[in-house]
């Protein structure tokens, strides 16, 4: 049990911090001090002198560092904290401000004690940072700059084809659908180069290799999902369930009931990454086209009056179990796999019978 909570409220040039003491929750909330550092490697040192120096006795061991997910500006506080050995939970910031009811105005010192504040109601629940390898870092990276390169890629091309088809024919048009066409050749060149790269970083390192074979094995996933999988869940020990996965891709359906006036269908949720969704709807696409794995469960589906939409929606949330249960079981997909199983255990326990007989 921690003694002292830091709420850390973080912005890209400096970072607020509230410190409250938890030694004793009857008391209710203890505000200890608020600082502000800089959001740079000497501010977080400053941070930690000031932390170790909050109550005279307690360490920095008996201290619980929480901030929000703030996208890059957080990783290098966390990664700091962590290679000291200490404890920092790294938690949404749309959680944080749902859990805290109703509040009038905000400002950088009220946001990092009420961090601290749900830190402290929350504390069984903390979730411990730990830093990702710098091969995955570098994965995502390379998976949001190809993503980056794709969007200019049809940005260019949708606004060279709308001049080719609406401009006069005249020499200065001609140039510029000339030139953005090669625009489009060059950024797509760059796709490739970055795909490359991602291949040479994944054939690196070994257990992200056996995972991309065993991803790719699945017949309408590619290079991109299956580096989303990799990526997104820390070679699937950030996130090691699949239903985990599926609610954070945003493809889990929840159900809304209460008493006798409230019964809603399950549906898909707002809260969720939309652009790995977006990729996987795409392969989930291929999995119901004809000789797509899913395509006999597609025909059920809308044979039973199913609408598209639930119907690919299943698909992807079949794929994500899919990929996890391969993962889980070190093996490649095999279609009909189910029946292929319990083929090969019948002849196997057959083998052990003929042995045991001999």
């Known amino acids: 049990m921690k003694k002292i909570v830091v709420g850390i409220d973080i912005s890209k040039e400096k970072i607020d911090a509230s410190a409250i003491d938890v030694r004793d929750s009857q008391l209710g909330v203890v505000k200890l001090d608020y600082q502000v550092f800089e959001n740079r490697p000497m501010g977080f040192r400053r941070m930690l002198v000031w932390a170790r120096h909050l109550i005279k006795g307690v360490g920095l061991e008996d201290v619980l560092f929480c901030c929000e997910t703030t996208g890059g500006y957080d990783r290098c506080l966390c990664d700091y904290v962590y290679a000291k050995g200490l404890d920092i939970w790294r938690e949404g910031?749309?959680?944080?401000?749902?859990?805290?009811?109703?509040?009038?105005?905000?400002?950088?010192?009220?946001?990092s004690l009420m961090i601290s504040e749900y830190a402290m109601r929350h504390m069984d629940k903390a979730v411990i940072y730990e830093t990702?390898?710098?091969?995955?870092?570098?994965?995502?990276a390379l998976f949001l700059y190809r993503h980056k390169l794709?969007?200019?890629?049809?940005?260019?091309?949708v606004r060279a084809q709308h001049l080719k088809d609406t401009a006069a024919k005249s020499k200065s048009m001609q140039f510029i659908v000339r030139d953005a066409m090669k625009s489009v050749r060059t950024v797509d060149k760059s796709i490739k180069q970055c795909e490359k790269q991602i291949l040479e970083l994944i054939e690196g390192d070994e257990e992200l290799k056996k995972s991309y074979g065993h991803i790719t094995s699945v017949s309408g996933?590619?290079?991109v999902n299956a580096t989303a999988f990799i990526a997104y869940s820390n070679n699937?020990?950030?996130i090691v369930t699949?239903?985990?996965?599926?609610?954070?891709?945003?493809?889990?359906a929840f159900r809304d009931t209460s008493g006798t006036s409230v019964d809603k269908k399950a549906y898909v949720k707002c809260y969720s990454n939309s652009l790995l969704k977006a990729y996987l709807t795409e392969a989930a696409g291929w999995t119901i086209k004809e000789n797509g794995i899913y395509y006999d469960y597609y025909l059920r589906m809308k044979a039973a009056g199913k609408p598209y939409g639930v119907i690919i929606n299943n698909a992807r949330n079949k794929l994500i179990h899919l990929v996890y249960s391969l993962v889980a079981n070190d093996t490649d997909y095999e279609r009909n796999h189910?029946?292929?199983?319990?083929?090969?255990?019948?002849?196997?326990?057959?083998?052990?019978?003929l042995e045991n007989i001999n």
């Open 93 to 111: 910031a749309l959680q944080i401000k749902r859990s805290m009811g109703v509040r009038k105005g905000k400002d950088d010192k009220a946001d």
């Open 221 to 223: 996933i590619g290079i």
């Open 132 to 140: 990702a390898s710098d091969t995955i870092r570098e994965l995502k």
């Open 338 to 353: 189910e029946l292929l199983r319990v083929q090969r255990k019948g002849r196997t326990e057959m083998s052990a019978q």
């Open 150 to 157: 794709v969007q200019e890629k049809t940005e260019k091309k």
């Open 242 to 252: 699949a239903n985990k996965m599926a609610s954070y891709w945003g493809v889990a």
């Open 236 to 238: 699937f020990k950030g």
